[in-house]
């Protein structure tokens, strides 16, 4: 794993700054790759969901009209966005501006938890995989959408050279590694698969 971490203040300035922009930002990747493997992962969940880092809410479209959604997001900006778009679905949202590494949710609360692309920015996300642990029910999936260091060689070279820069505009790690995030957390990963040159991962895990 890499040292690169901002504080909670640095995440909430870069993404209420970017929150205007980033839906179109993120567009391309989000067409071509990703779109359908959210709807895989997310679209037959049920029950009490808690997403973390729900960001502007890329992930509305997939859930069913039924579950009870929970979002909680460092950016009210990313949240002010996302809580516009939830209106306009005719989704109902419990959205709360609230610090992944300090859940204000009782233990073994939710159904499900859910993260995309967020391993990748929490200061300290083990910390933030513990939490969801804990407040996920016993048994209870906890899914993940992310991306992290390429296992192909020229690719993962490139993200090194890549890394600093990207990290200090995004707040993001391009040498993430979520699987091992994942497991040092202590839960117990029960499907994960790479794709896009390695660099994005789908992972399915239980509390
Ligand atoms: C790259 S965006 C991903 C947004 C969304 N999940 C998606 O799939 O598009 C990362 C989000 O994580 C949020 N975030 C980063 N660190 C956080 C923390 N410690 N607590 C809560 N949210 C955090 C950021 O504010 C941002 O909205």
Not at 75 to 92: D, F, T, V
Not at 128 to 133: G, K, N, Y
């Amino acid at each position: 794993m890499n040292e690169q971490t901002n504080g909670i203040q640095t995440i909430k300035n870069i993404y209420n700054c970017q929150a205007r922009w980033y839906d179109f930002l993120v567009k391309p990747v989000e067409f071509f790759l990703l779109h359908k493997k959210r709807r895989e992962l997310f679209s037959k969940i049920s029950g009490r969901v808690l997403e973390v880092g729900i960001g502007t809410g890329a992930n509305f479209p997939y859930y069913r009209s039924d579950i009870v959604l929970t979002g909680i997001d460092a950016s009210p900006e990313m949240l002010k966005i996302a809580e516009h778009k939830a209106n306009k679905r005719g989704l109902s949202v419990d959205f709360r501006e609230m610090d992944a590494e300090n859940l204000e949710f009782p233990d073994g609360y939710f159904d499900v938890v859910v993260s995309t692309l967020t391993l990748c920015t929490i200061p300290h996300p083990v910390k933030a995989a513990i939490e969801m642990a804990r407040v996920c029910k016993k048994g209870g999936r906890v899914l993940f959408l992310e991306h992290g260091k390429s296992d192909i060689g020229w690719i993962s070279r490139w993200q090194i050279r890549k890394s600093d820069k990207h990290f200090q505009k995004h707040s993001c790690r391009l040498l993430s590694e979520p699987l091992n995030i994942i497991a040092s957390a202590g839960l117990s990963v029960k499907t994960s698969k790479k794709f896009f040159l390695g660099i994005f991962q789908q992972i399915e895990a239980t509390a």
